[in-house]
T-cell receptor, first 109, second 118 residues
Framework: KQEVTQIPAALSVPEGENLVLNCSFT??????LQWFRQDPGKGLTSLLL?????REQTSGRLNASLDKSSGRSTLYIAASQPGDSATYLC????????FGKGTKLSVKP | GAVVSQHPSRVICKSGTSVKIECRSL??????MFWYRQFPKKSLMLMAT?????????EQGVEKDKFLINHASLTLSTLTVTSAHPEDSSFYIC??????????????FGPGTRLTVT
């Protein structure tokens, strides 16, 4: 059974710092991996989708990597801003999307 | 990007009543839609997969008769919580799967519906 783990559960950093969020999964037979952002009381916003054949995707200050063989993905956020404060969710797609519990990020001004 | 809407965003109902939540894909057709439930500090829990024109596929432990799902068109799926009880209070999120661009199978999520049963 696929399990997705996100470390750390919570992270607080000062504004401007570069940071890395980690995601690991137990079964490497996935179609793709997605990173989402969720603000309190809101739905999910897709940030990046990495196909199983890809190694990384970039969008603005965000870079996501995928190492399928080791069951790991990282989300790199450059020059963090207070507006980046949110919960970041990682999900892998087998038949369905399997989610981690998320990392709650707080960026202090 | 693709947009998915949900209505209502918040609903408060009395115990024993039924509540319907709508999920719409606004600018694309979705043959498959998904309904999730989110508990505080827990992963999103997939409740069911909804395919247009056919019966929904429910995950283990989800009561089919309590959570009625209808996917009547390629842009609309509804979730009806029947005879709601306080333990059904939760945040319900839908998503729609887009297959544009080949095999990306990316899911786009709605803004969620906060259900409170009193």
């Amino acid at each position: 059974k696929q399990e997705v783990t996100q470390i750390p559960a919570a992270l607080s950093v000062p504004e401007g710092e570069n940071l890395v969020l980690n995601c690991s999964f137990t079964d490497s037979a996935i179609y793709n991996l997605q990173w989402f952002r969720q603000d309190p009381g809101k739905g999910l916003t897709s940030l990046l989708l990495i196909q199983s054949s890809q190694r990384e995707q970039t969008s603005g200050r965000l870079n996501a990597s995928l190492d399928k063989s080791s069951g790991r993905s990282t989300l790199y956020i450059a020059a963090s801003q207070p507006g980046d404060s949110a919960t970041y969710l990682c999900a892998v797609k087998e038949g369905n999307l399997i989610f981690g519990k998320g990392t709650k990020l707080s960026v202090k001004p | 990007g693709a947009v998915v809407s949900q209505h209502p965003s918040r609903v408060i109902c009395k115990s024993g009543t039924s509540v319907k939540i709508e999920c719409r894909s606004l600018d694309f057709q979705a043959t498959t839609m998904f309904w999730y439930r989110q508990f505080p500090k827990k992963s999103l829990m997939l409740m069911a997969t909804s395919n247009e024109g056919s019966k929904a596929t429910y995950e283990q432990g989800v009561e089919k008769d309590k959570f009625l799902i209808n996917h009547a068109s390629l842009t609309l799926s509804t979730l009806t919580v029947t005879s709601a009880h306080p333990e059904d209070s939760s945040f319900y999120i839908c998503s729609a799967e887009s297959t544009s661009g080949g095999s990306s199978y990316e899911q786009y999520f709605g803004p969620g519906t906060r259900l409170t049963v009193t």
